[in-house]
């Protein structure tokens, strides 16, 4: 079955940077996109990016160009999200999906000095 | 960017039909914005019940489906249950990027 199993819970301070892993499962990982999605506490859902399992292309929201970089590994069928120069405002669960909706189970990222 | 439009609360009665609904800025919804329909409890990652426009999973309850309706795509629960007590979010694509709605509180009472 199709699983997408994320990486810990992260504590960072302001200014750092965030790399958090989704390793899929059940199915051919270059088949389909994956998608990263955040939830700040007591808000909704905000899209922030995906990229194509088959050839890497990537597309970002606009509100996160230029501070968020979506990688993958194929051979390790892994997406990546990097989330750069930090701030309080970034703390939330950060989740990865792939197409179709298979959801992983999400990330807390904690941003505090 | 296109805003998401979503109904920000609704009510239904146990055994009753609800239709929430999700627009766009910039125009009519069609089957090319791919709609998703996503239902989310507190304390739980989302769980995708629609894709494109109309797509069930195995776990999406029969009692839910996907369609476009007036300009807009519609999430139509029938024979509402107490479990279904839930915020229910709407996801559109828009050329590559995707939008989420602001999500529905759907109470049932």
């Known amino acids: 079955q199709v699983q997408l199993v994320q990486s810990g819970a992260e504590v960072k301070k302001p200014g750092a940077s965030v790399k958090l892993s989704c390793k899929a499962s059940?199915?051919?990982?270059?088949?389909?996109?994956i998608h990263w999605v955040r939830q700040a506490p007591g808000q909704g859902l905000e899209w922030m990016g995906w990229?194509?399992?088959?050839?890497?292309?990537?597309k970002y929201s606009q509100k996160f160009q230029g501070s968020v970089t979506i990688t993958m590994d194929a051979a390790a069928t892994t997406a990546y999200m990097e989330l750069s120069s930090l701030r309080p405002e970034d703390t939330a669960v950060y989740y990865c999906?792939?197409?179709?909706?298979?959801w992983g189970q999400g990330t807390l990222v904690t941003v505090s000095s | 960017q296109a805003v998401v439009t979503q109904e920000p609360s609704l009510t239904v009665s146990p055994g009753g039909t609800v239709t929430l609904t999700c627009g766009s800025s910039?125009?009519?919804?069609?089957?090319?914005?791919?709609p998703y329909w996503f239902q989310q409890k507190p304390g739980q990652a989302p769980r995708t019940l629609i894709y494109?426009?109309?797509n069930t999973h195995p776990w999406t309850p029969a009692r839910f489906s996907g369609s476009l309706v007036g300009g807009k795509a519609a999430l139509t629960l029938s024979g509402a249950q107490p479990e279904d007590e839930a915020e229910y979010y709407c996801?559109?694509?828009?050329?590559?990027?995707?939008?989420f709605g602001g999500g529905t509180k759907l109470t049932v009472l």
């Open positions: 999906y792939r197409t179709w909706g298979y």
């Open positions: 059940g199915y051919t990982f270059t088949s389909y996109s």
């Open positions: 990229i194509d399992g088959d050839d890497g292309d990537t």
């Open positions: 910039t125009g009519a919804v069609t089957s090319g914005h791919y």
């Open positions: 494109d426009t109309s």
């Open positions: 996801l559109l694509s828009y050329i590559g990027a995707r939008v």
